[in-house]
């Protein structure tokens, strides 16, 4: 019918106006290419830069509703997409067995993906969006030619060493006097004497950091279910470097025997036969190790009462399986930190930060008096996500991430980018977690989290790297702390430490910290 024909001219016209709303430039938007109509069914061809197909189809079809409703009393009964496929710049690669995918053609610097036909029960899912968030993001990174790390300088030290005190590899020093032994590949055995070491710059940190700002110690787990890292990110950004855990079939050791018979017999273990017994890994070995901190506020409501949250975890390792550079106590598998974390109103998550920068100052410029520096980077949750956030120049104000990093004169001058070591570093997140793990004000403010790591062995080799063993090269609260609580003995065996040298070495060490 005319009328009906010219109800539709004018729907289609409205469509059009729709496609392109909330769009500055309207090419960015979404275009209707050509339309004809048959029988009962209206085709239209759009064509989109910006807005997402399942939106364009559904913006079309709410006009057109409207319209042709409110003129002619007639409805739209169903929306299809066909034949619709989306083109990226970059050649992508996305796998084909992702759902709604029908086929991918790249050729001269592009990707076309072809969509299976979508219904509008499909449109609605959350599914299609993520695909797309998804291309977006592959397209992003593309561009990219892979990933950028951003680094820029925001406070240093003062010069405090003329000439360095040492310029020893205290990982050597270590490993030859036989304080750690090489337990498996990034994996340590701290003998007591090490561990002392390590608790000396440990416990000043809380008592000088920690504590006096009110962080309070909780105890996180270690193994975390797989539901955790699809939350965080973790298992898409970083699932190279994680380690993973199974449990066991059964428990009933009976029908472990033909493998125990073998064992018993054969005296191996061989791995693959071991894995028929074990079910499908469906825990990942602690990574962030704030992790347990988010889920703990999963659905929870907090009101302004309970805020701000402050707590600390040191109650174990973290593991991260690294692929390549694994040297000394410096970088590592099996890793010790302290974590600290909190939660509050953007606000309170901005002056935690701000107190505990001051604190860490502080701590990297008196209290153990050695040279540092602070650089704004590329944030851990982005980077451990897999996302593809572009870093914002520094604002201390929002979220993001400050490293700190302390100078390794065995590695050479202070010009030498490779001669810092980070250290820790201290985070604020935004929303990044209280979003997915929904964590929620019960006035509806928003709510940010914020985390900071300090990396224990790590913290120990760059202050030995730059002070030496010798105490009488120490800060006083370092020298006081020795003085009170005395070392343990070292282990001495007739084989142990190995070398003629490593056994001088540690002669030597104990002259310095018993004395
Ligand atoms: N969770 C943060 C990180 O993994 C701080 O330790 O870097
Ligand atoms: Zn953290």
Known sequence: ME?????????????????????????????????????????????????????????????????????????VRYVKLEDAFIEIDGEVRVSIKLPFIRSIETANGRTKIFLEVLDEKDLKKPILLRLLRLLNEKEVRAGWGGKTEHW?????????????ITVEDPNRILEEAGLVKRFSIGQWLYTPLAVYLLNTVRDVFIKEVVQPLGFQEAVFPKIYPLEIGLKTGHLRGTINSMIFASLPKTYNIEEFEELTDYMYVTNEAPPEEIAKYLRYPEYFLCFAQCEPFYWFFSNELLDDRSLPI??????????????????????????????????????????????????????MDEILDLEWRMAWVTPWYYEQSGAVEKVEEFDIDRPGTIDFELWLPYKGPREDRKAWLEVGNISIHGTKFTEPFKVKHNKGETLWTGCSGYGS???LVAFLAQRGFNPENWPPILREYIEKNPPPDPVITVTYPKTRSGKELLDKLMKYLKR
């Open 152 to 164: 820029q300088l925001i406070r240093q030290s003062k010069i405090k060493f003329d000439t360095p």
């Open 3 to 75: 009328e009906d024909l010219e109800a539709l001219r004018i729907g289609i016209d409205s469509a059009a106006r729709a496609l392109v709303k909330g769009f500055k430039d309207p090419e960015e938007g979404g275009r209707i290419e050509s339309w004809s109509f048959s029988g009962k069914v209206l085709s239209l061809v759009i064509s989109s830069r910006r807005l997402r197909i399942d939106e364009a189809a559904m913006r079309v079809k709410n006009v057109l509703e409207e319209v042709l409703g409110s003129t002619r009393k007639i409805g």
């Open 310 to 363: 402050k707590w600390f975890d040191r109650s174990g390792p973290s593991f991260r399986w690294e692929s390549g550079g694994i040297y000394g106590l410096e970088r590592v598998i099996e890793f010790h930190r302290v974590e600290i974390v909190w939660l509050g109103k953007p606000e309170q998550v901005v002056e935690i930060r701000n107190d505990l920068l001051k604190a860490y100052e502080k701590f």
């Open 457 to 459: 062995q790590r913290w």
